[in-house]
Structures are given as C-alpha cells and as structure tokens.
C-alpha cells in the first residue's frame, strides 16, 4: 500500500516568508510525528499527534513553529516569519500506535531559506 | 535528558569487509533500541530493533545486540556489499514513551 508521503519535496523560500509543509500517514495510522534533520544537529523530534489528544509540542524549537492535524489524518507543519537557520529537511513519520509500533517515514521535504 | 552518541564518519570499507559502527546511550529506564537506514535519495527505513536488555535484532545480514551493561548497541555485518552505502542511525524510545531520540547518523560507504 501507499506509503507516508509528503509535499513539496522541495521548498525554496526567502527570509521572512510563511511556509507550510504537509504529510500524509499511511491511512489507519494514528500516531504521526514531525522530526528535522538537519546538518550537525542529525534528527529531531518536532511535535507528535496521536488520535484525539493534545499534541506533543515539546520538540518545536520556537513558536514560530506551529502544526495541526485536521480529521485525525493529513497534518501541516507551518513556519512563520522563516529563518535561515530553519533550512533543513523535515521529516514525517506515522505508527499505527504510540508504543512499540513501527514508525515509518515519509521521503522528507527539503527546505532552504534565502 | 535521553542521548545517543554514534561513531563519526564517513566510513570507508571495501566489499566483503566487516563492519561495526559504534552506537552508545544515556537514558533513564530501559528504553527500546533502534537502527534505521537513510539510503541515497530515500526516506528512513527500520533496520532492526531490540526492546530489551540481551536481544538481538537482526535483518538483511546487520545485527546488534542490547548490551545493558555497556548502554550500547553496536551495529555489525560480516561482509558488507556496495549496495550497503548508506546514512546509519541509531536511535532509542524511551519505555512508556513514543517519539524516538536519534543519533547524529554515520556514513557508511563501501568500494568494489
């Protein structure tokens, strides 16, 4: 079946723009995680969302970072006011539970902030 | 807080050769342990796991042992092919607990 996939692959921005990347989990998986790899910084967890609980907003580096998922399924990951520091790839991740689940990952989005 | 600390690289290996690649923890508890795979041009992949202390995860060749001694969990193949290039991440999620720690990833490239 389809994997996790997310969109764009690709994302150029300039400094002070808004940017929403997007993720779809693997349909009938609850849990779904935001992580950013970055260089010299490797993975980091974002935000992770699971059924109808509040987020788990520990991971986002600054409120600039914010992100929602409507209906339980798709989730967006929306940067404000971009910084350069920002650029990195940006990972998404879907389990069919929280504990002892595989989390399979999406291809990433690449973002680069001019 | 939870760490995992992963030998640096790249590392350079010919076809055939043995690997290790040096992968070492600091959490509280007893988390479960993981090796992903990021192949050129590609998303994640679990590699193996292991969720409790003296498990060996094994897959496509690749293992490591849960050494809760040591917090380690190194990762090993006997004979490495070209087609094993690749980033390596080690990883933890702490018992109880979802989203997982990552290492900082290590390059592994082999030569024919």
């Known amino acids: 079946g389809a994997g996790v996939s997310q969109s764009p692959s690709n994302k150029v921005t300039e400094k002070g723009k808004d940017v929403e990347l997007r993720c779809d989990p693997i349909?009938?998986?609850?849990?779904l995680y935001w992580y950013r790899q970055s260089l010299g910084q490797g993975l980091e967890f974002l935000i992770y969302?699971?059924?109808?609980?509040?987020?788990?907003k520990s991971g986002l580096p600054s409120d600039r970072f914010s992100a929602e998922r409507t209906g339980g399924s798709v989730s967006t990951l929306t940067i404000q006011r971009t910084q350069q520091e920002d650029s990195a790839v940006y990972l998404c991740?879907?389990?069919?539970?929280?504990?002892?689940?595989?989390?399979?990952f999406g291809p990433g989005t690449r973002l680069t902030v001019t | 807080g939870d760490s995992v600390t992963q030998m640096e690289g790249p590392v350079t290996l010919s076809e055939e050769a043995f690997l290790t690649i040096n992968c070492t923890y600091t959490?509280?508890?007893?988390?479960?342990l993981f090796w992903y795979v990021q192949y050129p041009g590609e998303g994640l992949q679990l590699l193996l796991k292991?969720?409790?202390?003296?498990d060996k995860g094994s897959n496509k060749g690749f293992e490591a042992t849960y050494r809760k001694e040591t917090t380690s969990f190194h990762l090993e193949k006997g004979s490495v092919q070209v087609s094993d290039s690749a980033v390596y991440f080690c990883?933890?999620?702490?018992?109880?607990?979802?989203?997982?720690?990552f290492g900082k990833g290590t390059m592994l490239l082999v030569s024919p």
């Open positions: 991740a879907s389990s069919k539970e929280t504990d002892s689940y595989e989390q399979y």
């Open positions: 349909s009938g998986h609850t849990a």
């Open positions: 969302f699971q059924g109808n609980s509040a987020p788990d």
């Open positions: 959490a509280t508890g007893y988390p479960s």
């Open positions: 292991a969720t409790k202390a003296d």
């Open positions: 990883a933890l999620r702490p018992r109880g607990y979802s989203t997982l720690t």
